[in-house]
């Protein structure tokens, strides 16, 4: 998205997908003319009101279309049509069905509202449509804009791509929200929007006043009237919460250092090394110095293939997984110089969505690599144990471990020694998900089940999994009829949206307290939300299962990688290109460091044969749990090849009296009714310390198992 004379072009498709880059950040104004509030009624209406009585870009105007484009098996949206690569309204292009088109002035369009797109062309179905607008900015400042779709959205700003995601949903306001660099001038807007079947939507306005160029006098009254309610604001405003416990430093690069990154690991020197998804990899030393002169960033080696994880052995040599192999790199004379595969026998088809991640060590020396399935023409395992987990033995050889992944980015071990993986929302992926992986076991994606004849499973797994059969069985109650046996379920599910959207590589807290109150708990990067979450764990019968909770937000690009650091402080890797992120920056490295001071938590939630026990960090008021302190809802996901799943069957659930402990930081909450399959959503309402200390995150998504016997 971009800014001075801005055009807007919006591209249409029925699938969504990510954005890559940011534009730099500009310096904030005064207010530009002295203007006035304008309440009509609903904040969408009212801030574009408003932000014409300041002189400023109201986005309202001449608005252009282009289409339609082909969105046949959803492959428009990841085509880039010409009007991707440069706008002219003069120009004609081929479209659907080989039909001649060209940039007409849209003049139904209308902001603040959601629009029907069904109407160009008398198209129905698999269809891509473009929105183009442009406008004048009298000076540099930063802007919210809002948007919804349906299906998917693509969205540029002055020539980069700042959203590129593939939903499938009904249209509507605050879905995706951007904060772009206007600059003084021209500025562009171009919008995206594919379409399958159904409903052809998008909605489009911008979503607040700019901070500092709009008074704050006037900011305030639109919040009073119309409060907030998207997810960027909230998680901005949650940020300002968070930062009073955990601060985030920011590693400054150099002007070379393109630092998309794709794996971090600490050598026993101290000195950070970070992989990335351009193929390089660079050393960071003193990276957890407050004095951020202190740090030096450099080339450490290049030439490599898309390096989406490492491992550190010593501060000689590092493990690098590339897309297609696990090499071994060793340093000589501080310069590294050898470069030696370690195991290259799984396949690479040439597939984008082909990624590999890892690798995750175990004491005796084995590496687990999980591998991505591919995207084109539906997801699909077109090579070799795509769809996987293996595992590389130190001599190199490969053995199939698990199968039914999608897109695991992130594989790592518990200080327990066990093996867990995050997934990503897709097909036959309900929402992001955290597994504990075992050997042999299937995990829900059916494209790998092709490699099941050439495994060690051959044989071994029931028919109807090996030969590849779907099932989308669905009773009247909505549950699944046809799951396969032995299909595990994951110990974490992420609401889609409320605990982010692409799920990155799980850590452990073994700081020993250096971190917080969190020791032995596991903090999972969401690469769309730009965000870091927590998971607190426990074993029922056997099965691990536990609740799930926001930590920390507000960061400036898409988390990727994690990873502690000696100091106690945890070290967050980020990437943004094609694959999209709040924030506004493309790539970056950022620190979080415990500041002290302990927050008011949930510290985790542990199921009992009642309902579910609260344990906090700091003693509960007795004097602030009022007749209902805490809310408990629910719902599950139905098992099916569709693209993600709603959340489904929701219900709000009976509430007992609830009982504090004598310590007062255990609150037990009676809940009638428990159910394996389903998650638990506990909300709190009021409760505070005895001086009045609010729950930072009075939310907590208990994944439920088993049931206490």
């Known amino acids: 998205m971009r800014v001075l004379r801005l055009t807007v072009f919006v591209m249409l498709v029925a699938s969504v997908a990510m954005t890559p880059a940011a534009a730099p950040q500009a310096k904030t104004p005064a207010p530009i003319q002295q203007g006035e509030y304008v309440n009509k009624g609903?904040?969408?209406?009212?801030?574009?009101?408003?932000?014409?009585?300041?002189?400023?870009?109201?986005?309202?105007?001449?608005?252009?279309?282009?289409?339609?484009?082909?969105?046949?098996?959803?492959?428009?949206?990841?085509?880039?049509?010409?009007?991707?690569?440069?706008?002219?309204?003069?120009?004609?292009?081929?479209?659907?069905?080989?039909?001649?088109?060209?940039?007409?002035?849209?003049?139904?369009?209308?902001?603040?509202?959601?629009?029907?797109?069904?109407?160009?062309?008398?198209?129905?179905?698999?269809?891509?449509?473009?929105?183009?607008?442009?406008?004048?900015?009298?000076?540099?400042?930063?802007?919210?804009?809002?948007?919804?779709?349906?299906?998917?959205?693509?969205?540029?700003?002055?020539?980069?791509?700042?959203?590129?995601?593939?939903?499938?949903?009904?249209?509507?306001?605050?879905?995706?929200?951007?904060?772009?660099?206007?600059?003084?001038?021209?500025?562009e807007l171009l919008i995206k929007v594919c379409q399958g079947q159904g409903e052809w939507e998008v909605y489009f306005s911008p979503g607040d006043l700019p901070k500092g160029v709009v008074p704050e006098t006037i900011r305030k009254r639109l919040e009073r009237d119309f409060p907030p309610g998207n997810v960027v604001a909230n998680m901005n405003q949650a940020a300002m919460g968070e930062a009073k416990f955990y601060k985030v430093n920011t590693i400054q690069l150099p002007p070379d250092c393109v630092l998309e990154v794709g794996g971090l690991g600490f050598r026993p020197d101290g000195k950070l090394l970070?992989?990335?998804?351009?193929?390089?990899?660079?050393?960071?030393?003193?990276?957890?110095?407050?004095?951020?002169?202190?740090?030096?960033?450099?080339?450490?080696?290049?030439?490599?293939?898309?390096?989406?994880?490492?491992?550190?052995?010593?501060?000689?040599?590092?493990?690098?997984?590339?897309?297609?192999?696990?090499?071994?790199?060793?340093?000589?004379?501080?310069?590294?110089?050898?470069?030696?595969?370690?195991?290259?026998?799984?396949?690479?088809?040439?597939?984008?969505?082909?990624?590999?991640?890892?690798?995750?060590?175990?004491?005796?020396?084995?590496?687990?690599?999980?591998?991505?399935?591919?995207?084109?023409?539906?997801?699909?395992?077109?090579?070799?144990?795509?769809?996987?987990?293996?595992k590389v033995h130190p001599d190199g050889k490969l053995e199939p471990w698990a199968y039914g992944l999608r897109s695991p980015n992130g594989i790592n071990f518990s200080p327990e020694g066990e093996l867990f993986y995050c997934d990503n929302q897709g097909e036959w992926v309900a929402t992001n998900k955290m597994h504990h992986i075992k050997q042999g076991k299937f995990y829900g994606h059916q494209a790998g089940l092709r490699w099941v004849k050439d495994s060690p499973f051959a044989g071994k797994v029931p028919d109807k999994v090996a030969s590849g059969i779907r099932y989308d069985g669905v009773d009247k109650n909505g549950n699944q009829t046809d799951i396969y046996p032995d299909f595990d379920p994951p110990c974490i599910w992420f609401p889609y949206g409320r605990m982010g959207k692409s799920a990155s590589e799980p850590v452990w807290d073994t700081t020993g307290g250096k971190f917080g109150p969190f020791t032995g708990q596991a903090f999972v990067g969401d690469q769309t939300n730009s965000n870091v979450m927590r998971v607190a764990l426990e074993k029922v019968n056997g099965v691990y299962q536990g609740a799930c909770f926001p930590f920390r937000s507000g960061l400036q690009c898409g988390v990727n990688r994690l990873c502690f650091a000696p100091d106690g402080s945890l070290m967050v890797g980020q990437t943004n290109r094609g694959w999209g992120s709040l924030g506004g920056k493309p790539y970056g490295l950022q620190r979080i460091a415990y500041e002290g001071k302990e927050p008011f938590e949930i510290h985790h939630v542990t199921l009992t044969k009642d309902g579910f026990d609260l344990v906090f960090t700091k003693p509960v008021s007795v004097e602030s749990i009022g007749l209902k302190p805490v809310s408990v809802s629910s719902f599950t996901y139905i098992y099916k090849s569709d693209y993600g799943c709603p959340e489904t069957d929701a219900r709000f659930e009976m509430v007992g009296k609830v009982k504090l402990s004598n310590d007062g930081k255990t609150l037990s909450v009676p809940v009638g009714g428990l159910k394996k399959g389903r998650v638990y959503e506990i909300r709190l309402d009021g409760i505070t310390t005895a001086d009045g200390e609010k729950v930072l995150h009075p939310e907590a998504y208990y994944t439920l198992n088993e049931l206490v016997k």
């Open 42 to 187: 609903n904040r969408a209406d009212s801030v574009r009101a408003t932000l014409t009585t300041h002189g400023l870009p109201n986005f309202e105007g001449k608005w252009y279309y282009v289409g339609p484009f082909d969105n046949t098996n959803d492959n428009g949206f990841e085509t880039e049509y010409p009007p991707e690569k440069k706008v002219d309204l003069k120009a004609f292009y081929t479209g659907k069905a080989g039909e001649k088109i060209g940039w007409e002035e849209f003049k139904g369009f209308t902001l603040g509202k959601v629009v029907d797109l069904r109407k160009f062309g008398n198209v129905k179905t698999n269809a891509a449509i473009y929105l183009y607008h442009t406008f004048e900015a009298p000076a540099a400042y930063k802007q919210l804009l809002s948007f919804g779709s349906d299906d998917t959205l693509t969205v540029y700003f002055n020539g980069k791509r700042l959203i590129h995601e593939k939903h499938s949903r009904a249209a509507g306001p605050d879905q995706d929200i951007v904060d772009v660099d206007v600059k003084k001038g021209t500025n």
């Open 274 to 390: 970070a992989c990335t998804r351009r193929g390089e990899i660079w050393m960071v030393e003193n990276p957890t110095s407050d004095s951020l002169g202190d740090v030096k960033v450099t080339k450490y080696a290049g030439g490599l293939h898309e390096a989406l994880g490492l491992w550190v052995k010593d501060n000689d040599t590092v493990y690098v997984v590339q897309r297609p192999e696990l090499t071994k790199i060793v340093e000589k004379d501080g310069v590294a110089s050898e470069f030696s595969t370690v195991c290259d026998k799984w396949g690479v088809s040439g597939d984008y969505h082909e990624f590999a991640f890892g690798p995750a060590r175990d004491k005796a020396g084995n590496f687990f690599i999980t591998l991505n399935v591919g995207f084109g023409g539906g997801h699909q395992a077109k090579a070799a144990w795509r769809g996987w987990c293996v």
